[in-house]
Nanobody, 125 residues
Framework: VQLQAYGGGLVQSGGSLRLSCTASGFPLLSYAIGWFRQAPGKEREGVSCFSSADGGTYIADSVQGRFTISRDRAKNTVYLQMNNLKPEDTAVYYC???????????????????WGQGTQVTVSS
């Protein structure tokens, strides 16, 4: 099981980036998928996810209205479109998946067993 997150970079405040998460060896879209981020000195935070319990999409309040999660089944890829980026969005962003049915909220990182390597997003003011 391999996940790869990419698409990060340096962007000015108000700019946009699209992160991609691709999977090798299994159909990524059949399972729960989450995007998480961790800033220096802070706890890892759930950003957005697809739940395998109800098929729903969930997004953190901190990015509501600015970030959108989507998926392309043919490409076995999940995206995180990030618009109107702010300096506080600076973090390493990770995608993760788990083969068991989502328990509780898919924004919780404790239930994910497989993680990509992370991609750095830096937003300058």
């Amino acid at each position: 099981v391999q996940l790869q997150a990419y698409g990060g970079g340096l962007v000015q405040s108000g700019g946009s980036l699209r992160l991609s998460c691709t999977a090798s060896g299994f159909p990524l879209l059949s399972y729960a998928i989450g995007w998480f981020r961790q800033a220096p000195g802070k706890e890892r935070e759930g950003v957005s996810c697809f739940s395998s319990a109800d098929g729903g999409t969930y997004i953190a309040d901190s990015v509501q209205g600015r970030f959108t999660i989507s998926r392309d089944r043919a490409k076995n890829t999940v995206y995180l479109q990030m618009n109107n980026l702010k300096p506080e969005d600076t973090a390493v962003y990770y995608c993760a998946t788990d083969f068991e049915k989502t328990r509780g909220t898919c924004l919780s990182d404790i239930q994910y067993d497989y993680w990509g390597q992370g991609t750095q997003v830096t937003v300058s003011s």
